[in-house]
């Protein structure tokens, strides 16, 4: 019996376990597997030599990569999308670009390219990636007016051109070659090398949040950096709108990274359709966002793919319009044509939402000949001008059906804060036509001043919010930071009798914004910050201790430089780049902040589309030469779009005898 038995006995707890025997194949089987194996090397060979992917391409990488693009075509929701593999020169190549470094110097740049390539590799295998299953998580709004309730009620979370114009750069200089290549800005930051490291740094901070955007969430409106996802509970819900593509897009072209530019190009001009939206949105987010993003491309590089794409997203907003009073509705549906409110706000609209379309609509009427948009905002500016202001200010709520106010709280902060912006850069970019908008923002600023800017016991000036002609709480919303930069650019851009006062005010609250960044452990401002007792620019309740990567006092350290020339904007500009460097930025991009108190701070894990729109294009611009888009040629949209002012800027754009349609007439 012991010839049966294997030669090497195995023992466990000294019960004997025996081992699997080992045989020879059959000759049958041997012939089996030679042929299989013959076969797979005759299918590779051919694949090799006469497919014609693998022909032409240089390496395997590059032909899979085509396949790659082919299926995502097919069904882009299917797959994740590929990096850029290499850098491409074609129609859309950078002329003029200072490059300060290449890529493969800095470690952070090393680091996310090994993981698109990881990506990319991994995508090669044709896996189909899994829908994962998402939580639904309050949505932050833009960086001002937002559409939903005041911070009290957020939960805490777990190339058509001109002759004149054609081929003009964004400095306005001419440029010989197609019309149809985008023209970089050309960059000047001189030869202080702190300060190019300075620009490089944010530089680095845009890729890296765009390729983890590109990564994980391509197509979707936001990223989710923590969790390498999708954010589908943003202001413009789970569908494929792109937000953060059109959002970022001329960002990405001051900046000079161009390849990725004109990567959102291309998926605007193929995969941006509004018309059969079935689900409601903000007309307000709609325009700052998508209508401004789309006109200041369209602006900068003179692509009418913007123009055209801008004309459609306004033409799904129109019949959100149809009120008796012309003050649009907060939500339309583009499927349905549906328009509702708020349920929060009762049968309200909000005063800083249909008084912050005016730069969008006037221009982009300007741009394509159609007056219809431009009556839309006029109508919206006639009411508001006619109608009785309690105190010589605007309630944050009217009616648009009985253009009545509702209930009387006034404020510079949230659902406020961007009516009273736009009507001086109303102003501005007509190039000081629109008189009517100047002489609106001063009364309503002398106001203003009067009854809501309020002094701490220990010297700091802060804007306070008014509820039937009394303050209604000693607190200034974070996004009151904007205000700084506004009243500096009234007391530079008209000597009259408030010129002085509007200066001092604008030194007083952006050094009040900067005292509520440094008094917290992270060095970020949260988003409310009080003034009652011993307490001062710092926040109390747990919902106003979040920092949510919001721009506005970034955007005025920026104005307050430009015109300012004080060092300290600069410094406190690093200073913020540091701390978002140090808490917000992970592996998957960047993220918000659940308390900016604590030394170690959760994140809540969205990265905001305006943190590419504004974010980072205000802390660039700090660090640039003031030739990159000067003030006198350019005037800032809420959501930091550029747009160049009529009379001054060659890159206007505007046609020269707008016409108006019979079908327009019935809009």
Request: include cysteine; charge should be negative.
């Amino acid at each position: 019996m012991t010839g049966i038995l294997p030669t090497y006995q195995r023992f466990v707890n000294g019960v004997p376990v025996p081992s699997i025997s080992r045989r020879s194949f059959r000759l049958r089987e041997k012939y089996l597997i030679v042929s299989v194996l013959l076969t797979f090397a005759i299918v590779w060979l051919g694949a090799l030599f006469y497919l014609p992917e693998f022909k032409n391409s240089t390496s395997v990488n590059d032909s899979v990569y085509n396949v790659y693009k082919r299926i995502q075509k097919a069904g882009p929701e299917l797959l994740m999308p590929p990096p850029v593999m290499h850098n491409e020169v074609g129609e859309y190549a950078a002329v003029g670009i200072v490059r300060h470094r290449e890529e493969g110097d800095d470690p952070h740049v090393v680091e996310d390219r090994n993981r698109l390539r990881a990506k990319i590799e991994e995508d090669m295998g044709m896996k189909v990636l899994e829908r994962p299953q998402f939580e639904v998580a309050p949505s932050a709004s833009s960086s001002r007016g937002p559409s939903k309730p005041p911070v009290d009620a957020i939960e805490e979370p777990a190339v058509e051109n001109n002759a004149a114009n054609k081929n003009a750069s964004p400095s306005g200089v001419k440029v010989e070659g197609s019309e149809n290549k985008y023209v970089a800005l050309a960059l000047k930051p001189g030869v202080d090398s702190e300060q190019k490291h300075k620009l490089d740094t944010v530089k680095e901070m845009m890729r890296h949040a765009w390729n983890n955007y590109k990564l994980y969430a391509w197509g979707k409106n936001e990223l989710k950096p923590i969790s390498k996802r999708a954010h589908l509970s943003s202001v413009f819900g789970a569908g494929d709108l792109g937000v953060t593509i059109v959002d970022g897009l001329d960002t990405l072209y001051l900046m000079g990274l161009m390849d990725e530019f004109r990567e959102g190009r291309d998926w605007v001009a193929e995969h941006l359709h509004f018309s059969d939206i079935d689900s409601d949105l903000s007309v307000f987010e709609t325009t700052i966002r998508f209508v401004g993003g789309l006109l200041s491309c369209y602006a900068l590089t003179g692509d009418t793919v913007f123009k055209d794409k801008a004309a459609e997203v306004a033409d799904a907003l129109l019949p959100a319009f149809e009120t008796p009073t012309g003050l649009p509705y907060s939500l339309i549906n583009p499927s349905t044509k549906a328009s509702r409110q708020y349920h929060w706000a009762g049968p309200n609209s909000i005063l800083s939402e249909i008084g912050t379309l005016h730069l969008e609509f006037s221009y982009l009427s300007d741009v394509t000949g159609r007056d219809v948009y431009r009556k839309k905002v006029d109508r919206i500016r006639e009411v508001l001008s006619n109608i009785e202001k309690p105190g010589d200010l605007y309630p944050n709520f009217i009616n648009p059906r009985t253009g009545q106010w509702g209930q009387r709280h006034m404020s510079l902060g949230a659902l406020g804060d961007s009516f009273y912006e736009y009507l001086l850069k109303a102003w501005l970019v007509s190039g000081r036509a629109d008189e009517q908008a100047r002489e609106m923002f001063d009364v309503a600023m002398q106001a203003a001043l009067d009854k809501m800017l309020r002094v701490s016991p220990n010297g700091l000036s802060y804007l306070a919010e008014l509820k039937y002609g009394r303050i209604l709480e000693e607190k200034m919303d974070h996004l009151s930071c904007f205000a700084g930069g506004m009243f500096a650019l009234a007391s530079t851009t008209l000597d009259n009798s408030v010129s002085e006062r509007y200066m001092d005010v604008a030194r007083k609250l952006t050094h009040t914004c900067h005292e509520s960044y440094v008094r917290s452990e992270t060095k970020l401002g949260p988003e409310a910050f009080k003034f009652s007792g011993t307490v001062e620019a710092r926040a109390q309740k747990s919902n106003e201790k979040v920092y949510l990567l919001r721009p506005e006092t970034f955007e005025s350290y920026f104005i307050m430089w430009r015109l300012t020339k004080e060092q300290k904007y600069r410094d406190w500009g690093w200073e913020a780049v540091q701390a978002l460097e140090k808490h917000c930025r992970v592996e998957g991009g960047y993220t918000g902040l659940v308390n900016v108190y604590h030394q170690k701070p959760q994140g809540d894990d969205v990265q905001q589309s305006f943190f590419l729109a504004e974010t980072l294009k205000y802390l660039y611009l700090l660090f640039a030469d003031d030739t990159v888009l000067p003030l006198d040629e350019w005037v800032f949209s809420t959501e930091a779009h550029p747009f160049p002012i009529k009379g001054k800027n060659p890159l206007y754009r505007g046609v020269d005898k707008p016409e108006l349609t019979k079908d327009e007439n019935q809009v």
